[in-house]
């Protein structure tokens, strides 16, 4: 008799991708366990969760554990941070680690101390005998000993048992942040720093005519200027030189415009006609023959182009060294370094080798914001400054018209429903450009600078990836709910008029305002509560639990008619396989709109850091406050006209709604990442609000007061 040969244990992808234990973790003969991740602080408070499960994993106490910042000569390659899979991913790859590290040092600490494995305890590092001798991580510390691959045969620990995951644990950033300290990528000063400023083209069809660079190179300060085809540079010693050569060179620049853009006022329009790839992403049907149609209905629903929004922008600072050979050295706060290193040795004709790229903090980053773009410009500059750093920063207006936007996109909704509204059959179509123009994803060098250097190529979109993994204009858009039918179409558009990127949630924003609105509509047609009618579609448990956590936390059924409030619930599980969101609003409706409660119920599995979720959960719900009620890109013919905080508003913080988040137990899951849950349904939540209290249903957004007297009827 033969018995089956034991089957390979599952890996993290990030794990499988560097199986090295020594690449992921050392342990020092100071005290101090070095963690490295290939996943980047964005603000989102990650390391501080990875640094809990190295901890828990290893029983040493959290203040040993030191996170390193990510960096393309030391760290794992993760590929992009992105997707709220942080956790998931490197999370789960650094468990693994640990846990083999641990049973390494308990093996070396038996056979030093002469006693058997399980007779030992491990106590914030120290490996304790029955008879008080003892030996520690520091006291074995050797590198040989995790210059192994990782098996996965390794049993981690059980939540049960856990001590350190799934407390509250305060963030290992925010002591620097809140004292000012030095930290961010502006901060930077290396010894012989330049600064360097960049002058765009006035409009997106421009280009350069002539350029007089003697008035600005006679000025006392500036080191060079630096032209490439449309792309214009100046280094100076000084940051205000700079900036004044930046101006100079801007008023003796002479541009060739033409306009490029769509009618803005009639956005929608453009967004359905422009040529177009059509795909099915997805379809079902599984309806009864028998089953009559009683009604059918359609909607179509709209958002604009909005941006990233960051209150610092974009900076980077790059060192071009070329004593043994040229290399290139960047600080910047992009989300993918490692894709960065390779796109950037493409474009300079340097091999990977010749690039290095660390990240260091910026300003909160909710996608693919101009980080890479900076970086490029840092390097370009450097490149005419062998051996002096320069320092590039972003000024606001090209923070605001130059990084990618989140793209434009129009959605129809139509079902068929039974006689008591039940939902027979859904249809959900969008158009819009792609979601994803990264570096690394597209065919061509996808950064601004090198889009306009002599001979670049225009940027494109990457096409659509399957939404089994995830999707970028579908997300969401597959229903999580029970219907016997449904049919998912996009429609990508092959013109890309403005710049569009990875923007928090990607389309899911969208799909599920749409899908989360129309269920609303349905629901008032059939006359049924929207609660009622969204748990009569789902059969998932855990849906369900979070929708009616949600409802029961905020008093869904208990309020008075009000002439001036309204409540509305939106849901969606995030990407169909993360974590489950339900969310219910309280507007108050008078001259504008305001949001005045949100309460959310969320079921992101295992929570590693409590605190740390709601606080993510929590400003994923008061940024699609602000896409919801204010954000627009602005644009005429020619170039975006949305360039500071009067032409672009975001939502102040006398507007912020009182947010109150419920995470519901783990139960044994797995940790899903929560980082972008909320954004979908907040935003059909603050809209059903408004058409219960107004009686108006608003499909395009914002939910100005200028939309709002547009889908009035007449």
């Known amino acids: 008799m033969t018995t089956a040969p034991e089957s390979a244990p599952v890996l993290s992808p990030s794990l499988t991708a560097n199986p090295l234990l020594l690449d992921w973790l050392r342990v020092l003969p100071a005290g101090v366990v070095e963690v490295r991740s290939g996943k980047v602080e964005l603000g989102q408070g990650v390391l501080t969760a990875l640094a809990q499960v ?5 029983d040493v106490d959290v203040a040993r554990v030191r996170m390193t910042a990510a960096a393309t000569d030391t760290s794992p390659d993760e590929g992009y ?9 490197s999370g789960a790859a650094i468990r693994t680690v640990c846990a083999e590290a641990r049973a390494v040092y308990l093996a070396a600490a038996a056979d030093k101390l002469a006693v058997p494995e399980e007779a030992l305890t491990v106590r914030d590092g120290d490996f304790v005998a029955p008879d008080g001798r003892y030996t520690s991580y520091w006291e074995l510390a050797d590198d040989t000993l995790l210059d192994r691959a990782a098996t996965g045969r390794v049993p981690v620990k059980s939540p049960s048992s856990y001590r350190v995951v799934g407390t509250d644990l305060p963030r290992t950033d925010l002591r620097d942040k809140l004292t000012g300290q030095p930290r961010f990528v502006h901060d930077l000063a290396p010894e012989g720093l330049r600064y360097g400023r960049i002058v765009r083209p006035p409009s997106r069809g421009a280009t350069l005519a002539a350029l007089d660079t003697a008035p600005t190179l006679a000025m006392p300060g500036v080191v060079t200027v630096v032209r490439d085809g449309d792309f214009v540079g100046v280094v100076a010693e000084r940051e205000e030189v700079a900036l004044r050569a930046a101006d100079r060179l801007r008023a003796d620049a002479t541009w060739h415009e033409r306009p490029t853009l769509p009618d803005e006022d009639d956005l ?4 359905t006609s422009a040529p177009a790839e059509t795909a099915v992403l997805a379809e079902k049907d599984e309806r009864l023959p028998d089953t009559a149609v009683a009604r059918s209905m359609e909607a179509s629903y709209h958002r604009p182009y909005i941006s990233h929004g960051s209150i ?13 050979g040229v290399r290139l050295e960047v600080w910047t706060h992009s989300q993918g370094i490692f894709v960065l290193r390779r796109v950037l040795a493409r474009a300079l004709d340097l091999g990977e080798d010749q690039v290095t790229v660390r990240h260091t903090e910026g300003a909160g980053c909710y996608g693919h914001n101009g980080a890479d773009d900076a970086a490029m410009d840092a390097a370009l500059l450097a490149l005419a400054v062998p051996n002096n750093p320069v320092q590039v920063v972003w000024s606001r207006q090209d923070e605001l018209t130059w990084a990618p936007f989140g793209p434009g996109a129009v959605v129809r909704m139509a079902a068929d429903v039974d006689a008591d ?36 190529g225009e940027i494109r979109t990457a096409p659509e990836p399957p939404w089994q993994r995830g999707g970028a204009a579908g997300r969401n858009a597959v229903p999580g709910y029970d219907f016997p039918a449904y049919q998912v179409v996009n429609n990508h558009l092959t013109t890309m008029p403005l710049r569009t990127s990875s923007l928090r949630s990607l389309g899911a924003f969208l799909n599920v305002f749409a899908a989360e609105s129309f269920m609303d509509e349905l629901a008032e047609a059939a006359g049924r509560d929207p609660v009622e009618f969204r748990l009569a579609h789902l059969s998932d448990p855990r849906a369900r639990a979070v ?48 949001v005045r409660r949100l309460t959310l119920a969320v079921d992101g599995g295992l929570i590693i850091n409590p605190d740390g979720a709601a606080n993510q959960i929590e400003g994923g719900a008061i940024q699609a406050t602000s896409w919801t009620l204010k954000e627009r890109v602005r644009f005429d013919r020619l170039t975006v006209t949305s360039e500071d905080w009067e032409s672009y508003p975001i939502l102040r913080f006398s507007e912020v709604p009182a947010v109150d988040v419920e995470l519901m137990p783990g139960d044994g899951n797995p940790a899903l990442g929560v980082g972008e849950t909320a954004q979908g349904p907040t935003a059909a939540a603050i809209a059903n609000a408004v058409n219960d209290v107004l009686g108006v249903r608003v499909r395009s957004l914002p939910l100005t007061q200028e939309q709002i007297v547009a889908a009035m009827p007449d």
Do not use: M
Not at 426 to 455: K, Q, V, Y
């Open 421 to 456: 509204g039940g939902v027979l059959s859904w249809r959900h179509e969008i158009w819009g450009n792609g979601h994803i123009s990264r570096p690394g994803f597209t065919d061509t060098i996808a950064l601004l600078a090198a889009s306009h250097r002599s001979g670049g």
């Open 81 to 89: 941070t992105a997707g709220s899979l942080s956790v998931q991913t």
């Open 268 to 271: 929608p329009a453009f967004l």
């Open 54 to 58: 190295a901890a828990e994993e290893l």
């Open 312 to 324: 610092g922008p974009s900076s980077a600072t790059a060192l071009v060294t070329d004593r043994d």
């Open 547 to 594: 929708v009616e956590a949600a409802a029961r936390r905020a008093g869904w059924g208990q309020w008075a008619p009000s002439e001036t409030i309204g409540h509305g619930i939106g849901y969606a599980r995030y990407k169909g396989t993360s974590a489950y969101c339900a969310v219910v609003a309280e507007v108050e409706a008078i001259n504008d709109v305001r």
